[in-house]
């Protein structure tokens, strides 16, 4: 069975860093990408980043150039470094890997991470 663990949210000051990670353990292969996700209160579920198994990494606008995402398809690890945060930077944050188990593609998620950006 295939679990996700995040650590590393916390409470940090607008303009303050926070390194978020995530483990998966169990039986996972063919990951195609490491993502993740943050839903703020009241609002949907959205992709903040993306690294696919090339390496390719990909970010919402709203994080572009502050936030970066970096991973060991290896050993299934996958960390999200956040600076100057912001206040609208407050939700709980999900990992997820996606895995190729032809013909259909499997997600898997994390518990979330509440990370909370306030003065």
């Not at 995530?22 to 993502?35: D, Q, T």
């Not at 696919?52 to 150039?65: F, L, Q, R, W």
Request: proline letters at 3%; charged letters at 15%; hydrophobic letters at 35%.
């Amino acid at each position: 069975q295939v679990q996700l663990v995040e650590s590393g949210g916390g409470l940090v000051q607008p303009g303050g860093s926070l390194r978020l990670s995530c483990a998966a353990s169990g039986s996972i292969f063919s990951v195609l990408a490491m993502r993740w996700y943050r839903q703020a209160p009241g609002k949907q579920r959205a992709l903040v980043a993306e690294i696919t198994s090339g390496g390719t990494t990909h970010y919402a606008d709203s994080v572009k150039d502050r936030f970066t995402i970096s991973g060991d398809n290896a050993k299934k690890l996958v960390h999200l470094q956040m600076n100057s945060l912001k206040l609208e930077d407050t939700a709980v944050y999900y990992c997820n890997f996606a895995q190729l188990a032809f013909p259909q593609v499997n997600n898997y998620w994390g518990q979330g991470t509440q990370v909370t950006v306030s003065s």
